[in-house]
């Protein structure tokens, strides 16, 4: 069993910076391939930041130029950089695992970034 649990949100004037983090539980978050999805009020979950079986990133266009993620595997943590925030990126963000052996989805509890204006 894996629990996610995500930090470091809040709020930031537009142009600011955060860094979220990810930090798993369990022994096989080395297997996992991690992202980061966020959720704007009154719209869906969508993929911001994720890496792929090939360990290579990829990121939504919208966010590709200042977010950057990272893994640090001995430290079972996923993070999240975000510079140059806009008010377009507040949302909920949540990290997810996900275990191509057993197909299974993790996701953390989510955490608030709002950027204002």
């Known amino acids: 069993q894996v629990q996610l649990v995500e930090s470091g949100g809040g709020l930031v004037q537009a142009g600011g910076s955060l860094r979220l983090s990810c930090s798993a539980s369990?022994?096989?978050?080395?297997?996992?391939?991690m992202r980061w999805f966020r959720q704007a009020p009154g719209k869906q979950r969508e993929p911001v930041a994720g890496?792929?079986?090939?360990?290579?990133?990829n990121y939504a266009d919208s966010v590709k130029g200042r977010f950057t993620i990272s893994r640090d595997n001995a430290k079972n943590t996923v993070y999240l950089q975000m510079n140059s925030l806009k008010p377009e990126d507040t949302a909920v963000y949540y990290c997810?695992?996900?275990?191509?052996?057993?197909?299974?989805?993790?996701w953390g509890q989510g955490t608030q970034v709002t950027v204002s204006s």
């Open positions: 997810n695992g996900f275990s191509t052996t057993t197909r299974v989805s993790y």
């Open positions: 369990g022994s096989i978050f080395r297997f996992l391939l």
């Open positions: 890496f792929d079986s090939g360990g290579s990133t």
